[in-house]
Nanobody, 120 residues
């Protein structure tokens, strides 16, 4: 069974920074794409950033230049570095992965989310 576990959320002041982490574990053969989505109160879930196996990245316009997605040195680990945070970034952040297991290809898995609150 595959699990994605996020960490690193919390309360930060406007203009501050946070680093979110995601670790994927279980019967993973390979990860094709990992990324982050977020859902603010009363809003739909939206894409934040993704990174493909080859290193290609994609960012929402609202976070370009402020957020950076990266792979960790540890296997199946991913980070989201968030700078210049504003109250509009307040949301639950979800880790997502498109991956292959030993038995199936192209499965989507989601973590349970980590809350980021930007407030003074």
């Amino acid at each position: 069974q595959v699990q994605l576990v996020e960490s690193g959320g919390g309360l930060v002041q406007p203009g501050g920074s946070l680093r979110l982490s995601c670790v994927a574990s279980g019967s993973i053969f390979s990860i094709n794409v990992m990324g982050w989505y977020r859902q603010a109160p009363g809003k739909q879930r939206e894409l934040v950033a993704t990174m493909a196996t080859g290193g290609g990245t994609n960012y929402a316009d609202s976070v370009k230049g402020r957020f950076t997605i990266s792979r960790g040195d540890a296997k199946n680990t991913m980070y989201l570095h968030m700078n210049s945070l504003s109250p509009e970034d307040t949301a639950v952040y979800y880790c997502v992965a498109d991956l292959d297991t030993d038995d199936e290809r192209g499965l989507n898995y989601w973590g349970k989310g980590t809350l980021v609150t930007v407030s003074s």
